[in-house]
């Protein structure tokens, strides 16, 4: 990062890297360890939010299998090769594959490669959580029971519609060739972006603050702004999820 980014004029909040990252022990009641990265919570999301992480499974290791309750969530595979465990049945996973797990579904994590398993987990309230949060009456069948696996690097896009039904409403990639740019930005959602390779920077109209881009940083873009993803020198390849946020009104 090439300066401070504090104040209300910074259109990027909990630009994050892994290379600083904690050691869990036992996840989901599984035995061994597992590395951990909380880019945002709560506190930092506007949409309704729980989490943007990002985890790593050793060689052998386990996430535990366990049922969701009140979240929906995204496992996004980042590098390595392993077995995802989704209602019983297991699932050979890979780097693009991308797990929708909604309210009612058990899912864990096996990693059957040599090397680290690597993925990105995003995890939002279904709308009958934000309800008790928000002591409104809970909307009637909002919630879906459905959990399914896209190849997100082969789909290049995926909408949610019909899986998830709280504010996580798409996933995409956005490749940038060598020199290029692509401007990003969504009316009425923060967007969650993750360097899956290359290097650049990101910028945006009026600041002359920069963020620079290597693989494995993730960083949050506010919702109604713009900023401009720049390659430099390498193709840049980024993946984006789209996190809806309720204007005055309650829509979204």
């Not at 052998?60 to 090769?81: F, K």
Request: aromatic share 6%; with cysteine.
């Amino acid at each position: 990062m090439s300066a401070s980014l504090e104040g209300p004029t910074v259109p990027w909040t909990a630009v994050g890297h892994t290379s600083t990252k904690a050691s869990v022990y036992g996840v989901h009641g599984a035995e061994g360890k597992t590395y951990w990265k909380a880019f945002a919570t709560r506190r930092q999301l506007r949409s309704q939010s729980e989490a943007v992480e990002w985890a790593s499974l050793p060689a052998n290791g386990v996430s535990g299998e366990h049922r969701h309750t009140r979240t929906e969530e995204i496992y996004l595979i980042l590098s390595g090769s392993g077995e995802l465990l989704l209602n019983g049945g297991p699932r050979q996973v890979r780097a693009g594959s991308l797990a929708l797990t909604s309210v009612g579904n058990i899912h864990g994590l096996r990693n059957t490669g040599d090397g680290h398993l690597d993925w990105w987990v995003i995890e939002t309230l279904a709308p009958a959580t934000s309800s008790v949060l928000s002591g409104s009456p809970a909307p009637e069948g909002a919630d879906m029971t459905q959990a399914v696996v896209h190849d997100l690097f082969e789909e290049k896009r995926v909408d949610t519609k019909g899986v998830f039904s709280g504010p996580l409403k798409q996933v995409e990639v956005i490749d940038i060739a060598a020199g290029g740019e692509r401007a990003v930005g969504r009316p009425g959602a923060e967007l969650a972006v993750y360097v899956h390779a290359g290097e650049g920077v990101v910028e945006a109209p009026g600041l002359t603050e920069t963020v620079t881009l290597v693989k494995d940083t993730c960083l949050l873009i506010e919702a109604g702004s713009q900023s401009t993803f720049r390659a430099t020198g390498v193709p840049l390849r980024l993946l984006v999820v789209t996190l809806a946020v309720e204007d005055e009104g309650g829509e979204k």
